[in-house]
């Protein structure tokens, strides 16, 4: 991964329109665009990766591997696509992640859509590993926010990184997910 990154870091500074082009595939963490932090390497200023499987053979691969694929026809039936690929990086003295629901973002109807995460490092309760809400997904998509507002927006602005559950859920009904290199989680786009 750590070669992908440089590599794909490498293209941003690319002479011509490529290099543009990269500046949205390559997300550096919003405290490092502001000028807040200078990670120790480039490495550590990536928040995410977007479009992977259109940039990467490997990537592209692994979308379409048949157990995956299996899996996903198993939850929401045959008529499985694929949506975005993308890798979420959280490099140390991130932003945290905000309570959220997939869907909120996406706003798709039906609401057939999943997720799957594929864990690259060991993700565990102490360095951030995912949370759930049990069963929150059967209730549909909860009001989501920037910290302030009055109302539901679209997360498409600026403050998208902010954007989260309107309530924090009780932490006596969450549940840690933890996973080691490889281990994928499915979820659905609502939970």
């Known amino acids: 991964m750590r070669r992908v990154i440089d590599e794909w870091c490498d293209n941003i500074d690319a002479p011509g329109e490529e290099g543009p082009a990269w500046k949205q595939i390559v997300s550096r ?11 120790e390497n480039r ?3 990536v928040r995410k990766l977007y479009r992977m499987t259109t940039k990467h053979k490997f990537f592209a ?5 048949e157990k995956l ?7 929401i039936g045959d008529n499985v696509r694929l949506l975005q690929s993308m890798a979420l990086l959280k ?3 991130s932003a945290e992640k905000r309570w959220h629901q997939d869907n909120a973002y996406f706003r798709l109807t039906p609401l057939d859509v999943m997720g799957c ?3 690259i490092d060991e993700a565990f309760v102490a360095n951030g590993c995912m949370h759930v809400l049990s069963k929150s997904h059967c209730d549909g998509i909860a009001l989501h926010k920037l910290p302030g507002d009055t109302h539901d927006r679209d997360p498409s602005n600026s403050g998208a990184v902010l954007y989260g559950l309107a309530e924090v859920p009780d932490t006596s009904e969450v549940t840690a997910l933890p996973m080691n290199p490889g281990d994928a989680l499915l979820f659905h ?3």
Do not use: F, K
């Open 29 to 39: 963490d919003p405290s490092v665009r502001r000028g807040e932090v200078t990670p």
């Open 43 to 45: 490495y550590r200023s």
């Open 61 to 65: 691969r692994q979308a379409r591997h």
């Open 69 to 75: 694929v299996a899996a996903c026809r198993q939850v």
């Open 91 to 93: 490099p140390p003295g």
């Open 117 to 119: 995460w594929i864990a």
């Open 189 to 191: 786009g609502a939970l």
